[in-house]
């Protein structure tokens, strides 16, 4: 054989239309995962600013609570927490050996949940939000 | 699409072998064996019909494929490139029936391998239509048209359709695929038995036909060249659970594949179980000697 032909990276990435659960499952996971770290970060920036004393702290949370895009966001972290929180949950039966033929579903379940969850928590997060 | 789901009548089961029961049944006039002779003859009839039906419907069908084209060798293939064919339809045409159409017929340089026709060499998986089949497994009435049928993923292209095998064929050698076992059983003719529930469990981990589809679904296997990929571990899952091989073998055995490229590489995507043409349950295998390989750690402690 003298030469071959490699497709590179395309096989990968440009197949996203046709993966199956487990993967996207994979995906969201991953995803999720960095998302949380990012998250952790930020939070320990806000937390920080109470060395500048309670009223600076104070002030930070209410400025930042008043913003739309920080409420959005909220919503958003806590569809990303639970989708982690849950999916982690499915992994650990995959790796302990229980319901693998269920794999698919467990993982649309999850994501049902984690719609339900989102929804149902936006009039706590939306309360009193100024524009 | 045209083709039809042909229902299986309700009275066409196989019929027992007639020769027992013959004589006996000859006696009455309108025995049970004329009736269903009779029977028989006239659900023949009724099924010829149907086919024919199907068949004229099928009749100027044609069946659009996409299919790859490369090949180093000729000048005007080296910038691969999508060829079309339009291959007469037939009832229960599967995708290598296709492919057979359009090389005999249209083109005899496509290229591909094949061989046995039933799922049982494992040579002609390819990618139809974004995932990895047996093209010999896969009906084109399953399949949305145009049906693109490109060489396997992740492995390189030799030519057209074939992919180049060697990887993956030493990635099945690395886990030592066959039987070690010393200690044989005394006396000259004696068997090596095996109890009904350990056949059971390594039933399904028997039937891999080294295709190479689960290999190339892996997104693992993919990005880390060395990682074994699905089918090497279970063909290592095959003989660790069996339970004719002694306790230091399976040991041995886990050694190997609880190296770095070894089962802890899976992140279970599923993708392999997903397209696995012979169903062999792919994740659990790997899950399950994940755990074993834990539980011979433990033991030292
Ligand atoms: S495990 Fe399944 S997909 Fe993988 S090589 Fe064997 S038969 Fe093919
Ligand atoms: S031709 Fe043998 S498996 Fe398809």
Redesign the pocket.
Known sequence: MSQSYNRGLIEDFGRWKEFSAGMWAWIFHKFTGWVLIGYLFTHIAVLSSALAGPEAYTETLQGLEALFVVRLLEVGLLAVAVFHILNGIRLLMVDLGIGLDAQDKSFYLSLLITGAIAVASVPTFMTDVGF | MSTQEQKPEPDTEPEEPESQEAPVEQRAPASPQQRRMQRKASNLAERERQAAEDEAKLEGDTVHLKVFRFDPEVANKQEPRFDDFHVPLERGMTV?DALIYARDEYDSSLTFR????????????FFVNGSQR????TQLSELDQPVRVEPLPHQEVVKDLVVDMEHFYDQMHSVEPYMQQEDLPEGDLAEMRQSRENREKIKMSTRC?W?GACMSSCNIAAGDNQYLGPAAINKAYRFAMDEREDEEIKEHRLRIIEQEHGVWRCQTQFSCTEVC?KDIPLTEHIQELKREAVKKNLKFW
Do not use: F, N
């Open positions: 290598l094949h061989s046995c026709r039933q799922a049982i060499c494992g040579s002609d998986a047996l093209g010999c497994k036909i295709c043409p």
